[in-house]
């Protein structure tokens, strides 16, 4: 069965700061990779994916994420955090069934940034 | 706003009663997905629709809860005889379908909040 792992139930960091949340995924075949981030009472917001190519995907708000076929890993960066980055991240894998897709998410980390 | 949008986005409900949600995917998208998130959990897949057609369920959704996608538009999803279980956060979200240039992501609306007292 495919999966993502993410081993950090909080993660903290001081304003300015580098941050690193942790995803490691298990799936059969290339796989799909995602982040999205949820404020609270809100709905889930793209921050980034990997398809194919580049190791190193550029998303919104100054985030990336390194992809490691070796480590089945997708962590989630960014070189400078700011306090209005605190809120749940989740990383997902897509799945294919049948001809349709569904994404299958972690179980997300809290991300805590202090001023 | 061309977003996803849910409606409503609370719903406070006595256990036995029957609810209904309601989902409005972006436009041009053909694919609509529900979901539901629990304290603490990320999102699961409950169920997915290609236009009208409801090609998938996860095992999740028992017989109590029902999806609709009429004309391939908004999506309903209605939970029967809530249990206090039911409670959680009900997304949808949407995508474009086959033929169009398939971004990989899910665009999620903001959900529903669900609480079974």
């Known amino acids: 069965a495919q999966s993502v792992a993410q081993p950090e139930d909080q993660v903290n960091v001081a304003e300015g700061n580098p941050l690193t949340v942790k995803c490691t995924y298990s799936?059969?075949?290339?796989?799909?990779l995602f982040w999205y981030v949820q404020y609270p009472n809100r709905g889930l917001q793209f921050l980034l994916k990997y398809i194919t190519g580049d190791n190193l995907v550029k998303g919104s708000y100054g985030f990336e994420a390194e992809f490691n076929k070796s480590q089945t890993s997708f962590h989630l960066k960014k070189p400078s955090a700011l306090v209005s980055d605190s809120a749940l991240y989740f990383c997902?894998?897509?799945?294919?069934?049948?001809?349709?897709?569904?994404?299958?998410f972690g179980k997300g980390t809290m991300l805590l940034v202090s001023p | 706003d061309t977003g996803v949008s849910q409606d409503p986005r609370h719903k406070i409900t006595k256990r036995g009663q029957n609810v209904t949600f309601r989902c409005d995917p972006i436009s041009e998208h053909n694919r609509l997905y529900w979901y539901r998130q629990t304290l603490g959990q990320g999102p699961e897949f409950l169920t997915y629709f290609q236009n009208e057609a409801q090609l998938e369920k996860s095992r999740l959704l028992s017989d109590r809860f029902s999806a609709e996608r009429p004309k391939g538009s908004f999506s309903t999803l209605e939970i029967q005889r809530t249990e206090q279980g039911d409670s959680a956060m009900y997304l949808c979200?949407?995508?474009?379908?086959?033929?169009?240039?398939?971004?990989?992501?899910?665009?999620f609306g903001p959900g529903t909040r669900l609480t079974v007292t």
């Open positions: 799936v059969s075949g290339n796989p799909y």
């Open positions: 997902a894998v897509r799945v294919t069934n049948s001809g349709y897709s569904t994404l299958t």
């Open positions: 979200a949407s995508s474009p379908g086959p033929g169009l240039a398939d971004p990989y992501e899910q665009y």
